[in-house]
């Protein structure tokens, strides 16, 4: 089974976004820092309520998904369809907002720590229209699972294998196949796991270092940074002497254009311009209501 290698480091940058919220961006800092079908990666991790409580107040999407894992903290997710879910630490919401959605993310505390990601996944070009849906995965949705050798992984998406073990995350069925996973290790621990080798896979440590991949061909990624992989049909880490905490991504690569303008992912100028035009004509999220009306009918 040939192991994945690690072909390049995208160290995390210092960000804000929203209303001021200070953040680390690895993946999204510049548009060729990318890896189909991921867009972005952000990490949020303060003690200081000055750097969180002005949120997100509402915005638009559209054309792509987003993820958010928090690991520490309080936040309200609220949208134009009515939706509302609060994020707590341990869980997550994957929000697809496909032809159109108007959202905000606000802290509900005031002080604290708060710690998280937020992830975006492109959409292929016959899901970009298509209605938003929106999903909140509480923390006892999301399975755990013992590794060997200590450790345990937490699945948000996909499925992770452990000895004689294979569990699944709750978010399943997606064009993309997605695996996204929250690995802890302790110092020295060892970690191996199955891709499908057709997907593009990376990882970001968040506490502590790794080395990645096989014995003898091994590179070290350090905290708050992303690291891409090669094509390969399975990933091995070992972790540092401090041990590791780092998420795990894949997924199946759309190989289409992305045109991206803020908020907005599609595939042409043109399809951007007319995101726009809709945001301002108030149009963006029109079909959205009337087929959630509809459904209610």
């Not at 200081?48 to 894992?69: C, K, L, M, Q, S």
């Not at 609220?78 to 879910?85: A, T, V």
Request: charged share 20%.
């Amino acid at each position: 089974m040939s192991t994945r290698t690690l072909q390049q480091i995208l160290r995390a940058h210092p960000t804000s976004d929203g209303a001021g919220v200070k953040l680390r961006r690895s993946l999204g800092q510049s548009p060729g820092a990318r890896l189909d079908p991921f867009l972005m990666l952000d990490e949020f991790s303060t003690d200081n309520p000055d750097d969180y409580i002005a949120g997100f107040p509402a915005h638009p999407h559209r054309g792509f998904e987003t993820v958010t894992y928090m690991l520490e903290g309080h936040m309200q997710h609220e949208d134009h369809l009515g939706h509302r879910g609060e994020l707590v630490g341990g869980g997550a919401q994957w929000m697809t907002a496909g032809r159109g959605i108007i959202h905000s993310e606000m802290p509900l505390q005031e002080n604290g720590r708060m710690h998280g990601f937020q992830l975006w996944i492109n959409l292929p070009a016959r899901e970009k229209l298509k209605p938003a849906a929106y999903r909140d995965v509480r923390p006892e949705e999301i399975a755990s699972v013992a590794l060997e050798g200590g450790g345990h992984a937490r699945v948000i998406a996909g499925r992770i294998d452990s000895q004689t073990v294979s569990v699944e995350g709750p978010i399943q069925g997606l064009s993309t196949a997605p695996l996204f996973a929250d690995v802890k290790l302790p110092a020295g621990a060892c970690f191996t796991q199955a891709i499908e080798a057709t997907h593009n896979a990376f990882v970001y440590v968040y506490e502590g270092e790794l080395e990645v991949g096989a014995t003898g061909n091994q590179r070290r990624l350090a905290a708050h940074e992303a690291g891409l992989l090669s094509t390969g049909a399975c990933i091995a880490v070992a972790a540092g002497a401090l041990g590791a905490r780092f998420i795990l991504l894949a997924a199946r690569p759309l190989r289409e254009p992305v045109v991206q303008y803020g908020p907005f992912v599609m595939n042409t100028r043109e399809e951007i311009e007319q995101a726009i035009v809709d945001y301002q004509n108030g149009e963006l999220t029109k079909e959205h209501s009337a087929s959630l009306l509809s459904s209610r009918s």
